[in-house]
């Protein structure tokens, strides 16, 4: 079993849409979670991340941990054609080392 | 203009050949790292180095050798022992400080796409 698991999808919505993108882990030790967003033949970069269980919110996007069932989701708000992207979820282990998700692919349809 | 290259972007390797691959950074970061990202996979660490003249290896080292000897600088070759080396090849970096957030951010480079023929 993968530590984090994440659908690779792609995922294909309509602009405006919510979406929702989730991952599940295993460790219940882990406690910092993050979103990179990865453009296509481009480098990932920093999108949120959380400590330990609730939410985030920066503009259009929400960051959600729920520690009980060792799932984290990523809402995307009123979507856009520019948000279609790999998304990456990722945690922290005891050494500081990241562990990634497999990425979701994600298409905005205009 | 702070933030990572990696060169080339793209780079064709013949079986049997060693290529190096470019990495450099002027976000004077102490952490470097390398990582493999396959289709339908996540990415996966190869090595990373805290220190100058100092690195580990991470998950899928075999095949790979790196060197520190500037804090800017951090190339990967990819040996001919790498049996499966057609790959993109991303290249991060990050400060030690995990300051109050608890995390230390990765900032990438652009990658760079090998394909071996």
């Known amino acids: 079993q993968k530590e984090v698991e994440q659908d690779p999808g792609p995922l294909s919505v309509p602009e405006g849409a919510i979406v929702s993108l989730n991952c599940t882990y295993s460790?219940?030790?882990?406690?910092?979670f993050m979103w990179y967003r990865q453009y296509s033949r481009k480098g990932p970069e920093l999108l949120m991340y959380?400590?330990s269980s609730g939410n985030k919110e920066d503009g259009r996007f929400t960051a959600q941990v729920d520690k009980s069932s060792k799932y984290i989701s990523l809402f995307i708000r009123d979507s856009q054609p520019s948000d279609s992207a790999t998304y990456l979820c990722a945690t922290m282990d005891s050494n500081y080392q990241l562990i990634w998700g497999a990425g979701t692919k994600l298409i905005i349809k205009p | 203009d702070g933030g990572i290259t990696q060169s080339p972007k793209y780079l064709f390797r013949k079986e049997g050949q060693n290529v190096t691959l470019s990495c450099e950074q002027n976000?004077?970061?102490?952490?470097m790292y390398w990582y493999r990202q396959d289709p339908g996979q996540g990415l996966r660490l190869i090595y990373y180095s805290q220190i100058v003249n100092d690195f580990q290896k991470g998950d899928i080292a075999e095949g790979y050798s790196v060197s520190r000897e500037k804090k800017e600088s951090f190339p990967l070759t990819v040996t001919s022992a790498q049996k499966n080396p057609t790959a993109f090849y991303l290249c991060?970096?990050?400060?030690?400080?995990?300051?109050?957030?608890?995390?230390?951010?990765?900032?990438f480079g652009p990658g760079t796409r090998l394909t071996v023929l």
């Open positions: 991060a970096s990050s400060t030690l400080d995990r300051g109050k957030t608890g995390y230390n951010e990765q900032f």
């Open positions: 460790n219940s030790a882990f406690q910092y």
């Open positions: 959380t400590y």
């Open positions: 976000l004077n970061h102490d952490a």
